[in-house]
């Protein structure tokens, strides 16, 4: 059975960065997409990022295109979400998620994805 922990989160003033981790238990990450969502209280899940299987390409939600940047490290089965120019619009539980299929797209759909992590919090302060 494979598990995410997502780690990093906190609380950061507006402009500041901060750096999500996503480790993978029970399989490796080695072939499989891996994508960033996020989600405010009272509002809808939203996608944030998403790397291909052998990280060559990514894609970005258009409101945090050129802020955030998603990489992987496979040899340590792990996925980070780098966040700079922080705004308070960005505060919600962050999730990282992965798919079954070995060599499947990296999405931007939520119901493409079959393993979801618990979430960490981050809150941007004004």
């Known amino acids: 059975q494979m598990q995410l922990v997502e780690s990093g989160g906190g609380l950061v003033q507006a402009g500041g960065s901060l750096r999500l981790s996503c480790a993978a238990s029970g399989r490796t990450f080695s072939g499989y997409p891996v994508a960033w969502f996020r989600q405010a209280p009272g509002q809808e899940r939203e996608f944030v990022a998403a790397i291909t299987w052998n990280g060559v390409s990514t894609n970005y939600a258009h409101s945090v295109t050129g802020r955030f940047a998603i990489s992987r490290d496979n040899t340590k089965n792990t996925v980070y979400l780098q966040m700079n120019s922080l705004k308070p619009e960005d505060t919600a539980v962050y999730y990282c998620?992965?798919?079954?299929?070995?060599?499947?797209?990296?999405?931007?759909?939520?119901?493409?994805?079959?393993?979801w992590g618990q979430g960490t919090q981050v809150t941007v302060s004004s």
């Open positions: 998620a992965t798919r079954w299929n070995l060599y499947s797209a990296a999405t931007s759909y939520g119901r493409d994805y079959d393993y």
